[in-house]
């Protein structure tokens, strides 16, 4: 696999030089093929850790995440030769990722039975054990909380993962791009289809449905 | 709703200019207009603020981590996309796949002539008028008579080849003895040469209407029949000549008269001393007349003995009959003996199952004519 172009960060937004090192990924793959690993390896390596936070913010599992990433990550490859150029790829593959995940969502219709006990229970137990358990990390906080975090943290992130799991999945989807991947307003209305002032009307509903989740006293896992 | 938000929002404020203070980026001229209203009603700037907090908080889920061996499932994927095709690509790609991947081949001009309703109509018709043609040709073929040339020279056959020792030419009529006061018999060795083949001219057109008729046969006499049948076998071998052999251990009984050929009186070899002449008186016409016979030596009969038996095809017609004996002449070996012979009574030559005689409409239309069969007698003198 391909290690020369460094990896970005979830959160972290491709400047120009990282754009000129997307396009010369995509030079590559479009002449060597997808069915080269070689070719495509270097742009997994560099947004694998992006698309697949999207997907587990969305799904809130992380098998059905890393199922996800993967079957974002093939349609992008499929789909190398439709994008022109004119948007950041980083954007249009999120778009491409987030189009899986909401088909997803819709499809199986995880949003009335996603389970978060696979994202905030181990959580729990690192926290209240001072990760000493045998048991998988959570996907949704590979950061191991630190010393001066206690139960009131670890609370407050399963609120917050229960509140998310129970937005609508459009809802949801702008949440993330916002807050998660920290896209701007320009990004997400290019990875959504949408004007730009539509995203900020969604972000304003979306923040305020999430804000009545999580001023419900006790907050369960949807059903 | 329990977040204290004012519904309406006040006037001169929208939710985009709440999300744009909230995330920091609201713009200078905005500022005044959203900070008056949020001193006019301290509720905004709470809700503000929540805002605020659950950004952090959604922040502060932390950095996630692919797990290892995404791009092994992704080759795996990969390939069983491959082996689907295209045909199950996403809706969830922008947008569609690019069918410039599918190569488009242009028709031939000759297909597109071809579909088009004129030309077919043309071509149809042309062969209708091939079809009609070669049929009308074939049909005057058939029709057509055979052209007059001029008379062709009798056969003379069958006839022993002058042999100074040999009687006179024989001939059919009744020679007799010409002593006085005596009646008028025949001689012992005269009756003895009956039998032998007698002397047969015949026309090539009498040949033709004999063989039409099924009342010909073509006899070849030999002293040596291996060479010939040898040669004439070859003829069946070949292909459209007509030839064929008949089996002589299952002969056919319309053949059965060919069977026993009449005999043929042994040439005389020389002899030590020659015997007083013998004088004949010939009994034909108004005036008697006189042979005078040298006496020779007769020897016992030769008997011919059917070697083989042939069947051939032929058109009727004078054109194909002298064809056919004239291939005879070129095929058998020097010595042999070429005899027509009247038949009594026709012979129906069994028709032949093969395919080009069942299936005769595949013939070309040459052939699509009443056939003459004669019947071929291979006889070796013993």
Known sequence: MDQDSPPISPTSQPSDEGDQIDRALVAKIRAAGIGSREAWGGLLTRYQDRLFAVCLRMVGNRDVAADLTQDAFVKVLQGLDTWDGRSKLSTWIIRVTMNVCLSHLRAAKLRKHASLEDDFAPSLVRGVNGGSSTRTRSPLTDREPGPDEGVQSVDQRRRVLIALASLDPDQRAIIVLRDVQGLDYDQIAAALSVATGTVKSRLFRARLALRELLEQPHSTPPQ | ?382
């Open chain 2, 1 to 382: 709703m329990t977040t204290g938000l004012p519904n309406p929002l006040p006037f001169g404020i929208t939710e985009s200019d709440l999300i744009d203070l909230v995330d920091g980026v609201l713009a200078r001229e905005r500022e005044g207009v959203v900070l008056g209203a949020i001193k006019a009603d301290p509720r905004l700037g709470q809700l503000v603020m929540k805002f605020r907090s659950d950004r952090e908080l959604v922040v502060g889920l932390g950095e996630v981590h692919a797990p290892h061996g995404l791009a092994d499932g992704i080759e795996s994927r990969l390939e069983a996309a491959a082996l689907r095709g295209l045909s199950t690509a996403s809706r969830d790609i922008p947008r569609p796949i690019p069918i410039s991947q599918v190569e488009r081949r242009e028709p031939s001009s000759l297909r597109l002539l071809m579909e088009s309703a004129w030309p077919r109509r043309l071509a149809v018709a042309a062969s209708l008028a091939i079809i009609a043609g070669l049929g009308t040709m074939g049909v005057l073929e058939l029709m057509r008579k055979p052209v007059a040339g001029p008379a062709p020279a009798p056969i003379a056959v069958n006839l022993p080849k002058p042999d100074p020792i040999a009687p006179l030419a024989p001939t059919p009529s009744i020679e007799i003895a010409l002593e006085p006061d005596a009646e008028p018999t025949i001689p012992p060795r005269i009756i003895a040469a009956a039998p032998a083949v007698e002397p047969v001219e015949m026309t090539d057109a009498r040949a033709a209407m004999l063989a039409s008729e099924g009342r010909l046969a073509i006899a070849l006499r030999t002293s040596a029949a291996a060479p010939a049948i040898k040669r004439l076998d070859s003829l069946t071998r070949a292909r459209d000549t007509g030839w064929r052999t008949i089996a002589m251990d299952n002969v056919p009984k319309q053949y059965a008269a060919l069977l026993t050929p009449p005999a043929e009186a042994r040439p005389a070899p020389a002899l030590p001393a020659a015997p007083e002449p013998t004088v004949f008186v010939s009994a034909h016409g108004a005036n008697p007349q006189v042979t005078v016979v040298a006496p020779a030596p007769t020897l016992p009969p030769l008997h011919p003995v059917v070697k083989a038996l042939y069947s051939v095809d032929l058109p009727p017609g004078e054109n194909s009959f002298a064809a056919l004996v004239r291939s005879i002449k070129e095929s058998v070996p020097e010595g042999v003996t070429l005899t027509l012979r009247e038949l009594p009574k026709p012979v129906a030559a069994p028709i032949p199952v093969d395919p080009d005689s069942v299936l005769w409409w595949n013939s070309p239309v040459g052939k699509w004519s009443r056939r003459a069969s004669v019947p071929i007698v291979v006889e070796g003198l013993e």
